[in-house]
T-cell receptor, first 114, second 116 residues
């Protein structure tokens, strides 16, 4: 079982719709969760992070965390063609170093159709 | 804020040569930086954790003698791929965290290495 799992997609949604991206993690010691967006050929760009159960909203993005179910999601409202990218979910925990490591999922490819 | 740069953005080299990649945090100090590798259509794989003033911590399966990491200052880490081979061709990305209390990592733009 992979530590962080995502459906590879592609997830296709029409422009203006809500895109829902999901992620599960296996390590209950994970303390923090991140969503990154990665355009083809580019490096990841931070969208949001969440530490506590519940929802966290930032503009068109809402991250949801359910630690009991070991589940993280990202909702993108009013999806735009420019949102078309691969979305990476990452879980962080301390492995004894000064800074926590992040374990990344394989990413979900989102395609927003004009 | 939280800008990370990498140099070079791309490099082509002959098999057997060494290549150095620089990672700099431009507007913050980073005690810890991370080096990742990404092959086409695959996710990020953490290679090593670079700690300022001490030895890097390598992930299992990553050869520390082949991928030399130096974290000389709070704003600069370098990765040297020694005796590069075509199978080392990949997208190398560094990241840094501006706050040791959080896990948030900001990524550099990446370096695309092609070994002929």
């Amino acid at each position: 079982q992979k530590e962080v799992e995502q459906n590879s997609g592609p997830l296709s949604v029409p422009e203006g719709a809500i895109a829902s991206l999901n992620c599960t993690y296996s390590d209950r010691g994970s303390q923090s969760f991140f969503w990154y967006r990665q355009y083809s050929g580019k490096s990841p760009e931070l969208i949001m992070f969440i530490y506590s159960n519940g929802d966290k909203e930032d503009g068109r993005f809402t991250a949801q965390l359910n630690k009991a179910s070991q589940y993280v999601s990202l909702l993108i409202r009013d999806s735009q063609p420019s949102d078309s990218a691969t979305y990476l979910c990452a879980a962080g925990r301390n492995y004894g170093g000064a800074t926590n490591k992040l374990i990344f999922g394989t990413g979900t490819l989102l395609a927003v159709q004009p | 804020g939280a800008v990370v740069s990498q140099h070079p953005s791309w490099v082509i080299c002959k098999s057997g040569t060494s290549v150095k990649i620089e990672c700099r945090s431009l507007d913050f100090q980073a005690t810890t930086m991370f080096w990742y590798r990404q092959f086409p259509k695959q996710s990020l794989m953490l290679m090593a954790t670079s700690n300022e003033g001490s030895k890097a911590t390598y992930e299992q399966g990553v050869e520390k003698d082949k991928f030399l990491i130096n974290h000389a200052s709070l704003t600069l880490s370098t990765l040297t791929v020694t005796s590069a081979h075509p199978e080392d061709s990949s997208f190398y990305i560094c990241s840094a965290s501006p706050d040791s209390l959080t896990d948030t990592q900001y990524f550099g733009p990446g370096t695309r290495l092609t070994v002929l």
